[in-house]
């Protein structure tokens, strides 16, 4: 079983359109993150849940918007892309105890 | 702002040599420091990771040292072979009182290893 589990693998799509990216983690973790990777692979937090509540909101586009609709799930809604959007976004968990983060596959995002 | 530097940026070695790769983070509060091993297309993976309270930490081949004091830590991994090949990621991290750990990342060391 995938511990943390995000769809789709690859989304290809338009500027101006909106997309969804969704997240699942079965490992009964606590927190919940968002990460983008950009092109020079550097990853860089872009929010973090906590049992449905947002904890961390870095500088992001207020076009990003998460959601959480309980503590296993943490969606990640973009309107309105553009081309600077295009990059791998991670989904991760972890349980607040260990600190340890786990990362799921990546949705490779392409705006067009 | 909080930083953390990773060097080298790339580091090709032959099987069997060892490798090292080098942090350096600005945040003296930071108390927990995992490593994050990145295969092509796939989502990093935590490989080993140190506390704070802990100079050293080893697994099979691949051990992590930290200096506190001159807020540098390193990983080792010894005996090297091909699959472990990929990007590696140092981070640190602390929690506030009220709030979760926040990754501050490296900027990566592509490992090549050469058979």
């Known amino acids: 079983d995938t511990a943390v589990s995000q769809t789709p693998k690859y989304l290809v799509t338009q500027m101006g359109n909106d997309k969804s990216i969704k997240c699942e983690q079965n490992l009964g973790h606590d927190t919940m993150y968002w990460y983008k990777q950009d092109s020079k692979k550097f990853l860089k937090i872009m929010f973090s849940y906590n049992n449905k509540e947002l904890i961390i909101n870095e500088t992001v586009p207020n076009r990003f918007s998460p959601k959480s609709p309980d503590k296993a799930h943490l969606n990640l809604h973009i309107n309105s892309l553009e081309l600077g959007d295009s990059a791998v976004y991670f989904c991760a968990s972890s349980q607040d105890r260990t600190a340890r983060g786990y990362f799921g596959a990546g949705t490779r995002l392409s705006v067009l | 702002g909080e930083n953390v530097e990773q060097h080298p940026s790339t580091l090709s070695v032959q099987e069997g040599d060892s490798a090292v790769i080098k942090c350096t983070y600005s945040d003296s509060a930071s108390n927990y420091f995992p490593w994050y091993k990145q295969e092509l297309g796939k989502g990093p993976q935590l490989i080993i990771d140190i506390r704070s309270n802990v100079g050293e930490k080893k697994d099979q081949r691949i051990a992590v040292t930290l200096n506190k004091t001159a807020k540098h830590f390193s990983l080792h991994i010894t005996e090297t072979q091909p699959e472990d090949s990929a990007v590696y990621f140092c981070?640190?991290?602390?929690?506030?009182?009220?709030?979760?750990?926040?990754?501050?990342f490296g900027t990566g060391t592509r490992l090549k290893v050469l058979a």
């Open positions: 981070a640190a991290s602390r929690k506030p009182a009220s709030g979760t750990y926040k990754y501050i």
